[in-house]
């Protein structure tokens, strides 16, 4: 079963809105990462947080970490029709030894 | 840096033949990692290298599936025969940190077998 699970499945807003998509994982971690894929690209890593924070930041990305809760959210601040792409987070779990990445969220910023 | 670069980039081939796909990773990093990608599986992580050396290749699906790093900057992942359940996006991806690290992903390799 998958390690880490977005929700959103799908996420569809207008330009210039906020996109907000979380992660849940079941297995502690050492870190957390969200990636982007455009349509027919690799992945490109955005972000990578550690057990030990809480919040990052990056221009206007935002994620956020609750290890109590198992769960993890990457907020998009003003959106762009750039960022249309699929979000995936990977968890890096104690022992594993690898990156076990989710389903993804597909995020369409209308313009 | 040119980053991660995969070969070819499209591959159309028919079922039973042998399909071999290349990666260069990026340089200076000592781990490398074959995944898939289809709609129904997701990114599945096939197996990694450190240092050239297989660590995990439990998600190797069979022993259709072969993979090789002779040297630092080159690694080929081998499907043979090939069939049309293998039909994918394969990316090679390198990190110099360790396994759970940022990795760097090639642009792919999409793969059809009639």
């Known amino acids: 079963s998958q390690q880490g699970e977005e929700d959103p499945q799908a996420l569809s807003i207008q330009e210039g809105e906020n996109a907000t998509m979380n992660c849940s994982y079941k297995?502690?971690?050492?870190?957390l990462q969200w990636y982007r894929q455009n349509s027919g690209r690799g992945l490109v890593h955005l972000i990578l947080?550690?057990?030990?924070?809480r919040e990052k930041h990056s221009g206007r990305l935002r994620v956020t970490l609750d290890t109590s809760k198992k769960s993890s959210s990457l907020l998009i601040t003003a959106s762009r029709a750039a960022d249309t792409a699929s979000y995936f987070c990977?968890?890096?779990?104690?022992?594993?030894?690898?990156?076990?990445f989710g389903q993804g969220t597909r995020l369409t910023i209308n313009p | 840096d040119a980053g991660v670069i995969q070969s070819p980039r499209h591959e159309v081939t028919e079922m039973g033949q042998e399909v071999t796909l290349r990666c260069k990773p990026i340089s200076g990093h000592n781990s490398l990692f074959w995944y898939r990608q289809t709609m129904m599986r997701g990114l599945e992580l096939l197996i990694y290298?450190?240092?050239?050396?297989?660590?995990?290749d439990s998600g190797m699906p069979e022993d259709r599936f072969s993979a090789k790093m002779p040297n630092a900057s080159f690694s080929t992942l081998k499907i043979q025969p090939s069939e049309p359940r293998d039909s994918a996006v394969y990316f090679c991806?390198?990190?110099?940190?360790?396994?759970?690290?940022?990795?760097?992903f090639g642009p792919g390799t999409r793969l059809l077998v009639l």
């Open positions: 290298f450190n240092n050239n050396v297989p660590i995990d």
């Open positions: 947080i550690r057990s030990n924070e």
């Open positions: 991806a390198s990190s110099f940190l360790g396994v759970g690290e940022t990795q760097y």
């Open positions: 297995t502690s971690i050492n870190n």
């Open positions: 990977a968890t890096d779990a104690t022992g594993a030894q690898k990156l076990v």
